[in-house]
Each structure stands twice: as C-alpha cells, then as structure tokens.
Antibody, heavy 124, light 111 residues
Framework: EVQLVESGGGLVQPGGSLRLSCAASGFTFSSRWMSWVRQAPGQGLEWVANINQDGSEKYYVDSVKGRFTISRDNAKNSLYLQMNSLRAEDTAVYYC?????????????????WGQGTLVTVSS | QSALTQPASVSGSPGQSITISCTGTSSDVGGYNHVSWYQQHPGKAPKLMIYDVSNRPSGVSNRFSGSKSGNTASLTISGLQAEDEADYYCSSYSTSGTLVLFGGGTKLTVL
C-alpha cells in the first residue's frame, strides 16, 4: 500500500523557519517525481515545488523562490521542504504528492498519491 | 501567475450530468495536453481523476470524462451520485513562470 506521511508542521513566528518531511513507503520512491502542494484554510490548492527522481531538477512557485528548498533522500525514502523567512501567507496545510506514472511515462505535473497533510501556521 | 478559472459552484440531481470548465491561456491549458482534474472531499487529500486532458487512472469510474477546446478544459460527470459531492480542481502544466497552475476549485452539490 502506498503511504505518504508528512510531519514537521506547527506554529512559527513570521520570519521563522520550519522543515517539513514526508516519509514514503509502498512504492519505489526513487522512480517518481515528488511535489509539495499547499492549501490555505478554506482555500484552493496551490502547487509549491517539484523535484525529479535524482534531485537534479527542482522547480518552485514564484512566491517561495529563494525562501523554500525542496530536497529528497532516496536512501531514506524521504522528501523534505525547508521553509525559511516564513510569512503569514504561507499558512496552509502542506501536502506531499507523488508524480503519476503509466507503464511508459512518468509525469511531473499530475499526482496520484497524496499524504494527509501537515498544518503550518505562521503567526505572532 | 493567476490561477486557472473555474466556476465557484455547480449542482445537479442524481442521475444527471454536469460539466465543470477550467479556463487558462495559451501558456498552459491551451498550449499543452497536461491538464489534470482532482476530486477533494472535505478534510481529505485530493484524488487524481483525469490526467492528460482525458485519461483516467486505473480505478476511476468511467462516469468521469475530460476534454479540451482551445484554452478551456472541461470535466464531465455523468450519472451523478451522492458521493460525487466534493470540490473539484483542475491543474495544468504552465510555461508562464510557474510549472503547475491549479484552478480555484468548484464545489459540486448533488441536490
């Protein structure tokens, strides 16, 4: 069974830092694009960042460039999001999501498994 | 980059069909076939329903179908059932600075 379990969320003051983790199991982690997607309370989904299978390609939404860093450790089957200089508008549930693969192609922009999410609250 | 445009809400009766639109630009929906649709029930994680405009992942009911014309993609749900009541989000690959754009979401109510 595919499982993605996020951790590391919590309450942090503006300007602070947090590191989110996502523990993956039930599939070959190193074969998939991985992503972070967030959802502010009562709002829609917002893509945050993507990383390719070996970590050599990374993409970010403009609003987090220079502040957030996505990374992965394939030996530990884990995905990370280092969040610095946090702002109130970063308050959201952060989901870890797995890129979808068919028998012939692995997608970086479609996600077939999601974690339960971890809540990040930025407030003084 | 602005989110893709979806209607805030749609509704239909059991057994009917509904369509949700998702409008973007030639830099995203109109220029590429990497449009996906997700279903999200309250308090739950999203579920992939459609990828590449019109393809269903294994296990997704064939009552769900997708299409695209110009800069607008559409999700059609036929034979509406009570369990289809949820929020639906479109997403697209984009070349306008952000790799992936999501729509604002559409709340489907089954009357």
């Amino acid at each position: 069974e595919v499982q993605l379990v996020e951790s590391g969320g919590g309450l942090v003051q503006p300007g602070g830092s947090l590191r989110l983790s996502c523990a993956a199991s039930g599939f070959t982690f190193s074969s998939r694009w991985m992503s972070w997607v967030r959802q502010a309370p009562g709002q829609g989904l917002e893509w945050v960042a993507n990383i390719n299978q070996d970590g050599s390609e990374k993409y970010y939404v403009d609003s987090v460039k220079g502040r957030f860093t996505i990374s992965r450790d394939n030996a530990k089957n884990s995905l990370y999001l280092q969040m610095n200089s946090l702002r109130a508008e970063d308050t959201a549930v952060y989901y870890c999501a797995r890129g979808y693969c068919t028998s012939t192609y692995c997608y970086r922009t479609a996600y077939d498994s999601w974690g339960q999410g971890t809540l990040v609250t930025v407030s003084s | 980059q602005s989110a893709l445009t979806q209607p805030a809400s749609v509704s239909g009766s059991p057994g009917q069909s509904i369509t949700i639109s998702c409008t973007g630009t030639s830099s995203d929906v109109g220029g590429y076939n990497h449009v996906s649709w997700y279903q999200q029930h309250p308090g739950k994680a999203p579920k992939l329903m459609i990828y590449d405009v019109s393809n269903r992942p294994s296990g997704v009911s064939n009552r769900f179908s997708g299409s695209k014309s110009g800069n607008t993609a559409s999700l059609t749900i036929s034979g509406l059932q009570a369990e289809d009541e949820a929020d639906y989000y479109c997403s697209s690959y984009s070349t306008s600075g952000t790799l992936v754009l999501f729509g604002g979401g559409t709340k489907l109510t089954v009357l």
